[in-house]
């Protein structure tokens, strides 16, 4: 793996030349919040941000899209998919393996999603280690952050006044080649090893996951989950903003008169009374409390049923801290956990 130092301020010229090749989306300032969006110059982005309030799997897994048109005699049209090649920047490690763990579920397996992974092809990844540390975040006791261990086409690290620029790929092979610094030292990587451990240092939030899916399992009939489906407020937020949450649904709309129609798919929540809705009204999640026991559940719990042990051996929830951050009934899944730990 290759390594270069770049001084802070060449990464204008360095995004200036990327913006040749790629259309650029980074973390820019909304208000009080920050939102991953198009830029094209270094400045328009806060490599100093937080979080963000959709993570970026809102690239690859658009909240709603078309999967094809049709028409009654038979007619098909399937969407072009754009061919213009993506670079996100800056994106943090929690972020990044929420990434790594959609890829389980949509590019490989018996049936991947052509324009997941093809979204994925076209779309570099910048990376960025984390020396600060949100109020929210817990991504180390995950084993997701602060700094990634891989799954980038650049890794940058802040080794204040210059950026350590590391190389996770062909492609990121290429991106060194445009940036003007010099090659990295043992010492550049040994001031990243302090920067990721001072970062450590900064966490306030920590989970305990020993034994965890044998905890939730035991704890299904847990009078907590009535406690906060009294809370709960059914809104969706925790999950559009989960960096791995990904189920959808598909709907057909017909247009007048009933001769053509479009069937797109769009972002679907197991907090939603509709999500658990069956055949003749039935609904197998009805209360608020059995459906937030299954996000919470799903995200850190019972993780040995699910597809994402199985395929990668980790929990669904990468510790980004965005469901706590976001809920506006003050709903925290670290909490919940101290308590069916009794503490
Ligand atoms: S469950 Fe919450 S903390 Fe975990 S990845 Fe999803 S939004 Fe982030
Ligand atoms: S954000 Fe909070 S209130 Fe809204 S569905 Fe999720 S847990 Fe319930």
Redesign the pocket.
Same mark, same amino acid.
């Given at each position: 793996m290759r390594g270069m130092v770049v001084p802070k301020d060449s990464l204008g010229e360095l995004v200036s030349k990327l913006s040749d090749r790629y259309k650029i989306f980074g973390p820019k300032r909304k208000g009080t919040e920050w939102i991953f969006g198009e830029v094209e110059s270094a400045d328009e982005m806060d490599l100093r941000y937080s979080t963000t309030i959709l993570p970026p799997r809102k690239f690859f897994l658009p909240t709603s899209e078309r999967l094809f048109s049709f028409r009654m005699d038979g007619r098909v049209e399937e969407p072009e998919e754009p061919d213009i090649p993506a670079l996100i920047f800056g994106i943090h490690s929690c972020d990044l393996n929420a990434l790594l763990l959609l890829d389980a579920v949509f590019s490989s397996g018996q049936f991947p999603l052509p324009s997941y992974v093809k979204r994925r092809e076209r779309t570099a990844l910048v990376a960025l280690t984390c020396t600060e540390v949100g109020d929210h975040c817990f991504c180390e006791s995950m084993g997701t952050g602060p700094s990634p261990a891989g799954g980038y086409d650049v890794l940058l690290t802040d080794l204040e006044g210059e950026y350590l620029m590391e190389s996770g790929s062909r492609r990121g092979d290429e991106i060194l080649a445009l940036a003007r610094g010099r090659e990295a030292s043992k010492g550049d990587f040994d001031r990243k090893a302090e920067a990721i451990e001072r970062a450590k240092s900064k966490f306030k939030r920590r989970v305990d996951l020993r034994d965890i899916d044998e905890l939730f399992l035991k704890n299904l009939d847990n009078p907590i989950w009535e406690r906060l489906g009294e809370k709960?407020?059914? %809104?969706?937020?925790?999950?559009n903003s989960c960096p791995t949450c990904f189920c959808f649904d598909v709907r057909d709309k017909l247009d007048f008169p009933m001769d053509s129609g479009v069937r797109y798919k769009e972002w679907d929540a197991c907090?939603l009374l509709e999500f658990s809705q069956v055949a003749l009204g039935g609904n197998f999640r009805r209360d608020r409390s059995a459906r937030?026991r299954q996000?919470i559940g799903h995200n850190l719990g019972w993780g040995g049923a699910s597809q994402f042990r199985e395929f990668r051996g980790k929990a669904k929830c990468v510790g980004c801290g965005r469901?706590i951050r976001? %809920?506006?009934?003050g709903?925290d899944l670290t909490e919940v956990l101290k308590e069916l730990r009794g503490a």
């Open positions: 709960d407020l059914a %809104c969706g937020l925790c999950v907090v937030i996000f469901c976001y %809920c506006p009934a709903i």
